[in-house]
């Protein structure tokens, strides 16, 4: 099936890498709860026809696909003008779920940056403050970033967390190249999600204090959480790395699942951690929801560097003059 005219939809509800892995089932979870809303997955392709199937799934029409390429910056200004002309309704869910993982040798995009840090973070970013920027969010638009507990070294995990500076993180100089692996600029990738979905937080929250002292009752209510939704065997996300790593996470590891969960708390199934996203974006039990750092549907807590506030402003500053907006929320 086909989507129908977006002027029929109520709401939008836009969620990145939407076509793969976990997104596959929080796009299913999404559409079938939200009929009357347009549901827009948004990837740099969709070769599963990730969006026809969700509709003949359900019998539904809501289901579309916008090609988003998330670096370089001039991309994501591209796609949020072609969503503009789309005529779509405002946004009450963005869901920044898409992501790449490189652990081999370093990368970079056009911009300069490395490659991890620059899809993870910076494309996501500039993708809300064009949006926001260009009216497109709704004034109750709730943001769901997906992060990993990888970005916090007391998890375990065994990876490191360099930080020297905002700069110095995006583009490591030679020393930082040759002492931190590919897994290790993953994981800053992470921690940048996590300390700008606290920063982004505090500010809307502040926003939204600050108009309702107008005594404007329409005053904007938006809020932003994240989501670590664990280790996920089965998904596509390390098909950058060592193809037999790869065919063992993606057709092994499931089949260990039940064993694996008994080893760690944070190792979830596909399904499960896409229904969990999915009730993070638009779930009732979610709405009062702001700042949170999630572990699926629990409550859980961000690393310590992560959670500074002095971090996490800086990290914003920064963004908001690569991406090119003023950052006014």
Known sequence: ??????????????????????????????????????????????????????????????????????????KVHAYVSNFKAQGYPKIKSLVLNAGVQIPGAIEYTEDGYERNLAVNHIGHAALFHG???????????????????VHDPSKGWGYKIYWPSVEGAMKPDAETIKTYSGMDRYSVSKFANTAWMLALSRRLAASSESLAETGDESARKMTAVAMNPGL??????????????????????????????LLREDIKSPRESGEALAWLAVGEGAKGLNGEYMNGK??????????????????????VKVVGTEGKL
């Open 131 to 149: 949006l926001m920027d260009a009216g497109f969010l709704a004034p109750d638009c709730k943001i769901v970033i997906t992060t990993s507990s």
């Open 232 to 261: 996920m065997p089965g998904t596509n996300l390390f098909n950058n790395g060592n193809a037999f790593i790869f065919w063992l996470i993606v057709h092994v590891g499931p089949l260990l699942l039940p064993l694996l969960k």
């Open 1 to 74: 099936m086909s989507p129908s005219t977006p002027q029929q939809y109520d709401s939008t509800i836009l969620l990145t890498g939407g076509t793969q892995g976990m997104g596959v089932h929080t796009a299913l979870f999404l559409a079938k709860q939200c009929p009357s809303s347009l549901l827009i997955l948004s990837s740099r392709t969709d070769p599963n026809n990730i969006a026809h199937t969700t509709n003949t799934k359900l019998g539904q029409s809501n289901t579309t696909f916008l090609p988003l390429n998330l670096a370089p910056i001039s």
């Open 298 to 319: 629990k409550m859980g807590k961000s690393s310590e560097l992560a959670g500074r506030e002095s971090v996490g402003d800086e990290l914003w500053e920064w963004t």
